[in-house]
């Protein structure tokens, strides 16, 4: 799911940016910031309130979860991705729904990469391809977009060019309350 933040990032957020980039460390492909909790700053109040918003209406439209379920957000981090590099294909463990509200980007040449995490067991026409049918699917971003997926989702980005270092804060969010019940044999309370 894309949407929108819908609004600039303010001075106070920019600036909270800048200092996690230079306080950042090398990741396998790239940097990402030491602070693994960035969202809990309080400079990052509205932003997290914003994201938080988003990943419930993800659970409850995208997941479909009932809405007495909420969801909460356990890990956030900002990703410092230089010229020249990408980040690595991967998924996320121990999450349910994953994210990426991106700071810095240029349209033109920015996006995130999603795979079929299995082959196609039957291909019965590839002429006219589509988000659901391809093995590798592109989503161009910009800045204040946000990218919600299933944390179990294999995604990378490819080699940036525009000679730009490309930012973006990623996170982590899981649902809380009492899923599933006694009669089927399955409640479990998160």
């Not at 309130?49 to 979860?65: E, L, M, P, R, Y």
Request: proline share 4%; hydrophobic share 35%; charged share 20%.
């Amino acid at each position: 799911m894309r949407s929108s933040v819908g609004r600039s990032f303010t001075q106070e957020e920019l600036e909270f940016f800048e200092r996690m980039w230079a306080a950042s460390q090398a990741n396998v492909t790239n940097f990402r910031s030491v602070d693994t909790q960035v969202l809990d700053a309080p400079e990052m109040g509205s932003l997290r309130a914003t994201v938080a918003d988003h990943v419930n209406q993800f659970g409850w439209t995208v997941i479909s979860a009932h809405p007495k379920h909420s969801f909460y957000i356990t890990q956030s981090w900002l990703n410092f991705t230089q010229p020249g590099q990408s980040h690595f294909r991967h998924m996320h463990t121990n999450s349910l729904i994953s994210g990426s509200l991106y700071i810095y980007v240029k349209k033109e040449v920015d996006s995130i990469c999603f795979y079929r995490n299995s082959p196609a067991q039957i291909l019965v026409g590839d002429d006219q391809s589509n988000p659901y049918n391809t093995p590798i699917h592109r989503v161009s971003v910009d800045v204040g977009d946000l990218v919600l997926f299933p944390s179990s989702l294999l995604h990378d980005v490819e080699p940036t060019s525009g000679g730009h270092i490309r930012v973006s804060l990623a996170f982590n969010a899981f649902i809380k309350g009492e899923l599933g019940s006694e009669e089927r044999l399955n409640r479990l309370v998160v």
